[in-house]
C-alpha cells in the first residue's frame, strides 16, 4: 500500500465514522420510544397498534421506535439515562434490583401527578400496582409512583392433555392431585416435569413450593423488607425438602441441572414430558407451535410467582414527557389493552367484553382469579442485586447433589441478608 | 547486536514514532486504568455519588472463597487456551505445512487450515449457542452419537455435572483457540530456510526428528508469541462461560473476569467489581513482564 | 500409506471443526414449527428462508452489517498503523527502556475489558462521542495495536541490519527508511495483523454492547444480542441471525487466505 493510499483511506475512514453518530438534538416533534418486546409477542403487537394510534391522535409528531435486547437495556440502562442519549419513554423490568434502583439514583421521573389526573392508579388492581411504586429506599409497594405496567404475568402448570388420558388422570388442579400425577408418570417409567437448572426455571419451582405454604405476610416480608425472614421457617423449608423428595422420586431429571429454559421450553412442547411449570410468557408459544397433543393449563395451587409486567417509565432527562404520559394514556386504553390480550398476553385494564377465543378466556380468568385471591407472590430473585444468579447456582447443587435442600436454604439467607443490610443505602 | 552502527543506534528521534500510540494508550487503557484502581476504592453501585472506603474491598477479597476459587478454574482454562492450542497446533501446523503442502499441494493446506481457524471467526453469542445443543443431556448431538455407537454408558450431563463442566468448557475452548496457533505457526514455518530441513534429511532425521529440531527451535519467537497472548486472552476469559454456562453448575466454572462482571452488572456493587478487576490485571501484568524477560534472555 | 492416514486424520479434524457449523446452517432454514416438533439435530423438510428474512427485516441487518465493516476497517487499518509506528521505534529503534514499555502497551490487552466499562462511558459521555461509532474505533485500535506492537517488535528485531545502514548511507531519513523499506518487507506480516484485527473487532460483543446504544450504530455481534428476548429465544431465528453473522466473517476470511499463507515474520530478504 503506498503511502498516499494509505492516508486517503485513513481520512476515508474516519469521514465516515464520524458522521453518524449521536442523533440531532431532541426535537419536540419526536416521541423517542425504546421497548424490547418482539414484534410478534403480545406487547410487540399492542404497542405497534399504540404507536399507530398515538400518531393518528397527534398530528405532527413522529414516533422513533428502536427494539432493543433486553441484556442491553438490563446492562446500560442507568449509563443510558445519564447521557444526552437518552429516550422519551422506555420499557424497563419492575423489581427492587432493577426499577427500585434506578428511581433511588435519581433517573426517572415521578409519575404521581400524571396517576392521578388520569386514573391510571384504578385500572391497576392491588398486586398489580405493588411494582409500580416505589419508596425513597427503591423498595417497591409504597412510595412514589415511578412506572405503568401494561401487562401481567403469572408461573403455572402447564400439562400434555394427551399423555395424562393416557393415564387416566384428570386435570392436576390440587397438589396432591399434582404429585399423585407425577408419581403415576414416574411408575410408568416417564419423568413428568420438564425442568431447566441452568436458568430461572429451577429456581422458581424451589419457590413455588414455599409458596403452597405461604400468605401474604410472608411474602412481603420477603419481597419487601416488612420483617425479619427466616429462611429455615415450616414454608421455606418445606418447599426445599418437597423440592429434594421430587428430584429422588425422579419427577424431575437429574439431568436438568445444564438445561436452558429454551430447552425446557422445547422438551414439554415436542411432547417428552407431559407437565411444566412456568410462565405464562411461554403460552402464546405453546399455542402456535404445539400440534402433536392436546394440551391445557392450571393454575397452581396456593400462591403463585407472578406480577405485572414490565413497566414503562419516562427518564428524568426525557425532553418530551407530555408525551411520553399521552402515550402510556393510549396503551392502557380498552382498545389496547384488547388487543393486548387477543393477541395472547394478560392485560391489566381490559374492556368489559370477554376474549372470543376460547384458551385466551382461559388464561384472563384464571389471572383474575389469582388478582381476586391476592395469590400474585412476585418472583425469587427480586430481593436482592444479583440474587438470581445466587438462587440458580444454589438450586443447580441441590440437582446435582452437592449440597442438601437445608444447606440451600443456608446459602439463600447468606446472601439475603448480605443485601437487606445495604437496603437503602 | 553489537555490531549495530551509532547511527542506527541514534535513539532519540525514534521516540517521535511512540507519540501517537503512546497518547492513544494514555487516554484509552490507562487514565480509565487509574479510575477502576480509585473506583475499587470505594462503594458504588454504578450512579451517585461513590463512597470512600479505602481499602476495604481488598480486604473482603482475601478472605472471599468465590474468588479464590474463580483463580483455581482459571488454570484449568489456562491449560485448554493456551498450552493445548500450543502443542496441538505445532502438530496440526507442521502436518499441514510440511506433510500435506509437500505430498499433496499447498492448496489441500490451504484449505484445511481455513477449516481449522473457522471456529476462531464465529461469534461467540453463536457458539455458545450451538454448543449447547450438542452438550444437551438428553437428545444433544454428542449422547446421540455415543449411544449411536452403544457406548451409553459415555453419555454424560456435560454441561450440567459440576464435576464435567469445566473441562467441558475446556474442550469448547479448545476448538475455539486452536486455529489461531495454526495459522501463526505456519506462517512462520514459511519463513525456515529449506536447506535446513534438507541437511537434516541428508543426516538421515525422520520426519519428527526434524519436527523437534529444526521447526520447533526455528519458530520459537511464534511459539512465545502465541503462549503469551493465549495465556493473556485465558486469564481475561469471559465471553464463553458467559453464554455456556455463567459459571454454573453451582460457580464450578465460574473465573474472575466473569466475577466482576456479575457484581459491575447483576449485583451493583461497582467498587468491588474494580477490585476484582484490578487484581486479576495486576497478575496479568506481572505474568507478561515476567514471559517478556524470558523472552528477551531467549533472543540474546 | 502413511501419506493418506495423514491426509484422512487431518480431514477428520477439520470436519469436527466444522460440524457446528453444518448444524448452525440447518437450522436456520427450518421453520419455527419444525424446530420445536424435531429438536435441533433434525434435517429440515426443506429450506425455509423465513426466519433468515424475518430476522434482516427486524434488525435492519443490512445497517449493521455495514456499521461492523466500518468499524472492523477502521480498526484494522489503524491499529496496523500504529503498531507499525510503535514497532518501528521500539524492534528497530530499540529505544531505551523498550521491555517497560512494551510492557505499559501490553496493559492495553492486558486489562479486563469489564474493569475498562465505567470509566470508558464517563470519558467518552465528557467529549461528546458516547454512543459513537468513532469511540469504538478508538478504543479497539488501542486495544488491538497492544498485539500489534508486541508481535512486529519481536519480528522486527531481527529486521536485517544492513539494509537500514544502506538506507541510511543513501540519505534516507527515518521516515523514508520506514515507508520504503521496512514496511514493504514487512508486508505479510502486516496483512497478517490486518486480517486478526478486522475478525477480532468482528467479533467483539460487550464494549459495543455497552457504548453503542441507539440501533443505528450497532454492530452485527449487538444485533444478535437483540434477539435475546427476555425471557425467550426463538431458535430458528437465532441460527438465522448466527449464518448472517457468520457469512461475512466467512467471506473475509476467504478473501484475506493469501495475506494469512506469506508468512508473519519479516523473512530474509532474498
Known amino acids: 500500500m503506498s503511502k498516499r493510499l494509505l492516508a486517503a483511506a485513513v481520512a476515508a475512514v474516519l469521514a465516515v465514522a464520524g458522521c453518524g453518530g449521536s442523533e440531532e438534538a431532541s426535537d419536540p416533534n419526536t416521541l423517542k420510544l425504546w421497548h424490547y418486546e418482539g414484534p410478534d409477542s403480545a406487547m410487540g403487537v399492542a404497542w405497534a397498534e399504540a404507536i399507530k394510534q398515538f400518531e393518528a391522535t397527534h398530528p405532527g409528531v413522529k414516533v422513533q421506535f428502536e427494539e432493543k435486547g433486553f441484556e442491553q437495556i438490563q446492562k446500560t440502562a442507568s449509563m443510558v439515562l445519564n447521557s444526552k442519549d437518552a429516550p422519551d419513554i422506555l420499557e424497563y423490568n419492575k423489581g427492587n434490583a432493577t426499577a427500585g434502583l434506578l428511581s433511588k439514583q435519581g433517573l426517572l421521573t415521578d409519575l404521581g401527578e400524571e396517576v392521578a389526573k388520569r386514573g391510571w392508579d384504578k385500572k391497576l388492581g392491588p398486586g398489580i400496582d405493588t411494582t409500580a411504586k416505589y419508596d425513597e429506599r427503591g423498595v417497591m409497594g409504597s412510595g412514589k409512583w415511578y412506572g405503568i405496567p401494561n401487562y401481567a404475568e403469572y408461573v403455572m402448570v402447564y400439562y400434555n392433555k394427551t399423555m395424562f388420558d393416557q393415564q387416566g388422570l384428570a386435570a392436576p388442579t390440587t397438589f396432591d392431585e399434582l404429585t399423585a400425577a407425577m408419581d403415576k408418570f414416574a411408575k410408568a417409567g416417564v419423568t413428568p416435569l420438564a425442568l431447566g437448572g441452568a436458568e430461572y426455571p429451577a429456581a422458581q419451582l424451589f419457590y413455588q413450593l414455599a409458596l403452597t405454604k405461604a400468605d401474604r405476610e410472608w411474602v412481603d416480608r420477603f419481597q419487601r423488607y416488612t420483617g425479619p425472614v427466616d429462611f429455615h421457617d415450616n414454608t421455606w423449608v418445606f418447599g426445599a425438602e418437597t423440592f429434594a423428595k421430587w428430584l429422588r422420586e425422579g419427577y424431575f431429571s437429574k439431568d436438568s441441572a445444564g438445561v436452558k429454559a429454551e430447552d425446557m421450553g422445547l422438551s414439554f412442547m415436542q411432547g417428552k414430558h407431559p407437565i411444566m411449570v412456568s410462565g405464562s410468557w411461554w403460552y402464546g408459544r405453546v399455542q402456535a407451535q404445539v400440534k402433536d397433543f392436546e394440551w391445557a393449563a392450571v393454575p397452581w395451587p396456593g400462591m403463585t410467582s407472578g406480577s405485572s409486567g414490565n413497566l414503562w417509565v419516562v427518564p428524568k432527562g426525557s425532553k418530551n414527557k407530555q408525551l411520553a404520559y399521552d402515550f402510556i394514556e393510549i396503551t392502557m386504553s380498552p382498545a389496547i389493552q384488547d388487543k393486548l390480550r387477543d393477541a395472547g398476553g394478560i392485560p391489566v385494564a381490559p374492556s368489559a367484553t370477554p376474549a372470543t377465543d376460547p384458551r385466551t378466556k382461559q388464561l384472563n380468568d384464571d389471572f383474575q382469579a389469582l388478582v381476586d385471591g391476592d395469590r400474585l407472590a412476585f418472583y425469587p430473585d427480586w430481593p436482592a442485586p444479583g440474587f438470581y444468579d445466587a438462587q440458580v447456582s444454589s438450586v443447580q447443587k441441590v440437582i446435582t447433589g452437592q449440597i442438601g435442600a437445608h444447606e440451600a436454604l443456608t446459602e439463600l439467607a447468606d446472601y439475603y441478608e448480605e443485601n437487606t443490610a445495604s437496603v437503602g443505602k | 547486536?553489537?555490531?549495530?552502527?551509532?547511527?542506527?543506534?541514534?535513539?532519540?528521534?525514534?521516540?517521535?514514532?511512540?507519540?501517537?500510540?503512546?497518547?492513544?494508550?494514555?487516554?484509552?487503557?490507562?487514565?480509565?486504568?487509574?479510575?477502576?484502581?480509585?473506583?475499587?476504592?470505594?462503594?458504588?453501585?454504578?450512579?451517585?455519588?461513590?463512597?470512600?472506603?479505602?481499602?476495604?474491598?481488598?480486604?473482603?477479597?482475601?478472605?472471599?472463597?468465590?474468588?479464590?476459587?474463580?483463580?483455581?478454574?482459571?488454570?484449568?482454562?489456562?491449560?485448554?487456551?493456551?498450552?493445548?492450542?500450543?502443542?496441538?497446533?505445532?502438530?496440526?501446523?507442521?502436518?499441514?505445512?510440511?506433510?500435506?503442502?509437500?505430498?499433496?499441494?499447498?492448496?489441500?493446506?490451504?484449505?484445511?487450515?481455513?477449516?481449522?481457524?473457522?471456529?476462531?471467526?464465529?461469534?461467540?453469542?453463536?457458539a455458545g449457542i450451538v454448543w449447547s445443543w450438542i452438550l444437551a443431556p438428553r437428545d444433544g448431538a454428542l449422547n446421540e452419537v455415543l449411544r449411536a455407537v452403544g457406548l451409553d454408558a459415555l453419555a454424560q450431563n456435560w454441561l450440567g455435572d459440576p464435576d464435567l463442566a469445566l473441562f467441558t468448557v475446556m474442550g469448547v475452548l479448545l476448538w475455539i483457540q486452536v486455529g489461531y496457533p495454526v495459522v501463526i505457526f505456519m506462517a512462520g514455518m514459511g519463513r525456515v530456510d529449506p536447506s535446513l530441513h534438507e541437511a537434516a534429511e541428508l543426516d538421515g532425521a525422520s520426519w519428527w526428528g526434524r519436527f523437534f529440531h529444526v521447526t520447533v527451535p526455528q519458530i520459537r519467537p511464534e511459539i512465545f508469541v502465541v503462549l503469551l497472548t493465549c495465556t493473556i486472552a485465558a486469564l481475561k476469559v469471559f465471553a464463553p462461560i458467559y453464554v455456556l454456562t455463567r459459571g454454573g453448575p453451582g460457580g464450578s466454572t465460574n473465573v474472575p473476569s466473569y466475577y466482576s462482571f456479575q457484581n459491575f452488572f447483576e449485583k451493583t456493587q461497582v467498587g468491588y467489581g474494580a477490585a476484582v478487576a484490578t487484581v486479576l490485571t495486576v497478575l496479568i501484568l506481572l505474568l507478561t513482564a515476567v514471559f517478556l524477560r524470558v523472552q528477551n534472555r531467549g533472543e540474546r | 500409506m502413511r501419506r493418506h492416514a495423514v491426509l484422512w486424520s487431518m480431514i477428520l479434524l477439520a470436519a469436527v471443526m466444522l460440524a457446528p457449523f453444518v448444524l448452525v446452517a440447518l437450522n436456520a432454514v427450518k421453520t419455527p414449527a419444525e424446530y420445536s416438533t424435531g429438536g435441533p439435530l433434525d434435517l429440515p423438510d426443506g429450506i425455509s428462508l423465513e426466519g433468515i428474512v424475518a430476522f434482516w427485516e427486524r434488525v435492519d441487518f443490512g445497517e449493521k452489517l455495514w456499521n461492523s465493516v466500518v468499524i472492523s476497517g477502521s480498526v484494522a487499518v489503524l491499529a496496523v498503523v500504529v503498531s507499525v509506528f510503535n514497532a518501528y521505534a521500539l524492534g528497530i529503534g530499540r529505544v531505551r527502556g523498550r521491555l517497560w514499555i512494551l510492557v505499559a502497551f501490553l496493559v492495553a490487552n492486558t486489562l479486563p475489558q469489564e474493569a475498562l466499562v465505567y470509566p470508558l462511558y464517563f470519558l467518552a459521555n465528557e467529549v461528546g462521542l458516547y454512543d459513537t461509532k468513532l469511540a469504538v474505533i478508538v478504543i479497539f485500535t488501542v486495544i488491538q495495536a497492544a498485539f500489534g506492537t508486541y508481535l512486529l517488535t519481536s519480528t522486527l528485531g531481527g529486521f536485517p541490519r544492513e539494509l537500514l545502514e544502506a538506507a541510511r548511507i543513501d540519505g534516507a531519513t527515518k521516515w523514508q527508511t520506514l515507508v520504503r523499506i521496512v514496511v514493504p518487507i514487512s508486508r505479510p506480516t502486516l496483512g497478517v495483523l490486518f486480517v486478526f484485527f478486522f475478525i477480532w473487532t468482528w467479533n467483539e460483543f460487550f464494549l459495543p454492547l455497552v457504548l453503542l446504544i441507539s440501533n443505528e450504530n450497532q454492530t452485527v455481534p449487538v444485533a444478535l444480542g437483540v434477539l435475546q428476548g427476555q425471557r425467550m429465544m426463538d431458535a430458528t431465528m437465532t441460527s438465522a441471525s448466527a449464518l448472517l453473522g457468520v457469512i461475512p466473517a466467512i467471506v473475509f476470511f476467504l478473501i484475506f487466505q493469501r495475506a494469512l499463507t506469506r508468512g508473519i515474520t519479516a523473512g530474509a530478504v532474498k
Open chain 2, 1 to 126: 547486536m553489537s555490531l549495530v552502527p551509532a547511527s542506527i543506534r541514534d535513539r532519540g528521534s525514534y521516540l517521535l514514532f511512540l507519540i501517537p500510540g503512546g497518547l492513544l494508550l494514555l487516554a484509552v487503557i490507562l487514565v480509565p486504568f487509574a479510575m477502576n484502581v480509585g473506583i475499587s476504592l470505594t462503594e458504588w453501585s454504578g450512579a451517585g455519588t461513590p463512597e470512600w472506603v479505602g481499602l476495604d474491598n481488598y480486604t473482603r477479597l482475601m478472605s472471599d472463597g468465590t474468588f479464590w476459587a474463580s483463580f483455581r478454574h482459571n488454570v484449568g482454562l489456562v491449560v485448554a487456551m493456551a498450552i493445548l492450542p500450543t502443542l496441538a497446533g505445532l502438530v496440526i501446523a507442521a502436518a499441514l505445512f510440511d506433510f500435506i503442502g509437500k505430498h499433496f499441494g499447498s492448496r489441500h493446506a490451504a484449505v484445511l487450515r481455513a477449516c481449522v481457524y473457522l471456529p476462531q471467526v464465529l461469534p461467540i453469542a453463536v
